[in-house]
């Protein structure tokens, strides 16, 4: 039997993408392998967010070129964020590579209307499901939306449709993906918004549960932070990147919004939704930020305590307007030691918010096992650990807390 390798890298819109792939391969009555040796075709899934995302990406492009040379035969792709609009610079500088295409934009080879739609054929409990591509914002720091385009939302029936689909399937939960979730609609006839499409998927008979991220502080309505509140299926869990707790620095990011304008949102949803967890995305060692800047970042993470909170050191991507407009003066030593002061305060931070779970009784939706234990999120996106000797995959499952950490908690199955 022909057999496919998908290496994929990045966010979960490519994690997405490459499950949907695997399904369209087996389909075609391809097997997965691991190994790109046994493979006839092989898709590389890019991410080059950041430099060493980019400088793997290059280094398995450039391992895989001998294996070409050995079995020309074999079908390569590219796709993911390295596809730009230079295609054809790309064919030159990796002329071992038989197809480039943009995350989203199936090639022709790849268009068989007789076959299903592209969908995971064995989805995972909680599966991702994409609703739009691209980003409009041009954050001076990002090449995403240089990389993945101009915002294209899916049809709300489009994605209703395939919900349902993943829900024939099993699936018990959705996690609704976008770079900029709050922008979805904007570019569709009726102009649907993120609140309208939670509400279309909210009546699925069958669906359990619905997240999404990641939203942006600019956009963020309060339409949506009603229906989060108001739709039983939405969870309570909300990703908004604040990136810097610094006004003049948010403004040199081009984020389009302000610390006084964040918190407020933060107030808003706090007000609104009981028991949200929030988390959050900051970058150290922006160029040119102080001291006094980074100690501002810190503090406002202090101030709102977030569940969680991601956080990148600045790194210039080329072609990006901060590459050109800004040097990148802060010392790696600083970066760094910037970047431990906050895991080190964000760990604080989480072992208080989960230590106070202790004793609570959550509905966890169980995603699989890991070490002899399954494993599944609370509502709030938390990650559970408990013990069972029944099959537990796909259940709703009531569990109390008996231990916590900043990353996890662990329970026991409550008995009725
Ligand atoms: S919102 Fe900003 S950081 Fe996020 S993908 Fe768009 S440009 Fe990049």
Redesign the pocket.
Known sequence: MHQYHIWTIGCQMNKAESERLGSFFEQLGYQATDTAEKASIIVLNSCVVRQNAENRVINKLSALKALKRTNPDITLAVTGCLVNSEVDQLKESFPHVDHFFKPGDYPQWLERPDLEPILPRHPSPTTFVPIIQG?????S?????YR?GRERSRPVAEIACEVKELVRRGVKGVTLLG??VDSYGHDLPDKPDLADLLQELNAIDGLARISFL?N?PKDMSSRLIEAVAHLEKVCEQISL?V?SGDNDILKAMR?GYTVEHFRQLITEIRSKIPGVALSTDVIVGFPSESEPQFQRTANLLTELRFDTVHIAVYSPRSGTAAAKEFEDNIPPAEKKERLNKIEQLQENIATEINAQLSGKTVEVLVEGKKKGKWQGRTRSGKLMFFSNNSDCLGQLMKIRIEKTSPWSLQGKVELK
Not at 135 to 139: L, V
Not at 141 to 145: K, Q, R, T
């Open positions: 980003c409009d914002n041009f954050c720091y990002c090449i995403v939306p993945r770079q900029n990641t942006h990147p990136q984020r």
